[in-house]
């Protein structure tokens, strides 16, 4: 077997937990499909001097580890809004201008992170949460690092001290202190009471339902009382029943506007968003993810960004067809009426 052949049997396998890993550690589904890209080719250039002493896989994670880690020594960390100030709880509140210069989290497809089989994705749901990604933001570089690969990949400390090129006096430690950090920030797991798959099903065909109806009254019987919905790139964000349903009825939702298509990102259900341009057509809008908590949606992100919707649309090459190297376009204000 030529040698292209053999790496790319080898190594192609470990595609999607390492776009996962690099997605944990970034923030960035785009950024993400870089680094692994340049893994990759790290790996290939380096291949014929792979003598074995450690597994494969755990060979490629390193490669991809120090490609992150080099790459958030000139990014800072990508927030939420919810991370950046309070809530509203009225819906009438003035909206605060679009922060497009903010480097936002980013929502990932699961057809790229876990494949088509729901075992795998079940599997990886807590370690691709919204919830935890963005908590993980708040930890510096290495011990994000360091409490992913201990706590989520299940590597030993050893194995964590190779890949870092450290002792594991000092993973210990990072991780220590990773751990602290996560518990001082209050919990960051958000699947508790979740419904199963034919419950989510539903529940999210009613939210499409409804959206695409115009339909507040019945948006208002799938929120929890305490949901909340944030919208980046707008900082403002909302908190209970009435303040989001207000703001959906009075700045959003208009018949015929939206056409909602059905997909699941980080473990949750989710839309990717067209808006109705006047001329029959419909323009990318964005991605929208929502988390259930029993039966109802607590919470809705809003990812109003357009660039999104390619690579929710193309999971099987994750390619993102039509999206500008780096740049971030930004699509109407999703307060426009």
């Known amino acids: 077997m030529p040698a292209s052949d053999e790496f790319t049997a080898l190594t192609e396998p470990f595609r999607p937990e390492l776009l996962a890993h690099c997605y944990r550690l970034l923030g960035s589904i785009h950024d993400a499909e870089d680094l692994v890209q340049e893994t990759y080719l790290r790996a290939w250039r380096a291949y014929d001097r792979f003598e074995g002493r450690s ?12 490609a992150c880690l080099t790459a958030l020594e000139t990014r800072g960390r990508r927030p939420l809004p919810s991370g ?43 370690g691709v949460r919204l919830a935890f990604i963005a908590a993980l933001q708040f930890l510096p570089a290495r011990q994000r690092a ?32 990773a751990r602290s950090r996560l518990a001082a920030a209050g919990p960051v797991e958000d699947d508790l009471a979740e419904p199963d798959e034919q419950a989510l099903r539903t529940l999210l065909d009613g939210y499409v339902d409804a959206f695409t109806r115009a339909d507040p009254e019945a948006l208002v019987q799938l929120l929890r009382a305490d949901v909340e919905m944030e919208m980046p790139p707008i900082p403002t964000w909302f908190t209970g029943r009435d303040a989001v349903a207000g703001f959906l009825a009075r700045r959003v939702l ?41 039966s109802r949606i607590a919470r809705i992100t809003a990812f109003n960004d357009p660039l999104l919707v390619p690579t929710f649309e ?19 204000d999703p307060a426009a009426t």
């Open 55 to 66: 597994t494969l896989r755990r060979w490629l994670y390193k490669i991809a580890t120090m």
């Open 84 to 126: 950046l100030g309070a809530p509203s709880e009225d819906h009438r509140v003035a909206m605060a201008e679009r922060e497009p210069a903010v480097a936002w989290l980013q929502p990932a497809p699961d057809a790229l992170l876990g494949g088509d089989d729901p075992a795998t994705t079940v599997a990886a749901r807590s």
């Open 146 to 177: 360091v409490l992913t690969m201990r706590d989520v990949l299940a590597f030993r400390t050893a194995e964590v001290a190779e890949m870092l090129d450290t002792t594991p006096a000092a993973v210990d430690s990072a991780l220590r202190r």
């Open 254 to 294: 208009r018949a015929g506007r939206w056409r909602l298509s059905p997909t699941r990102a980080n473990g949750l259900p989710a839309v990717v968003v067209h808006r109705n341009t006047g001329d029959g057509h419909h323009a990318a809008y964005g991605v929208q993810v929502l988390t259930p908590i029993g």
């Open 314 to 332: 193309s999971p099987a090459t994750g390619s993102a067809a039509g999206r500008p190297g780096g740049r971030r376009a930004h699509g109407p």
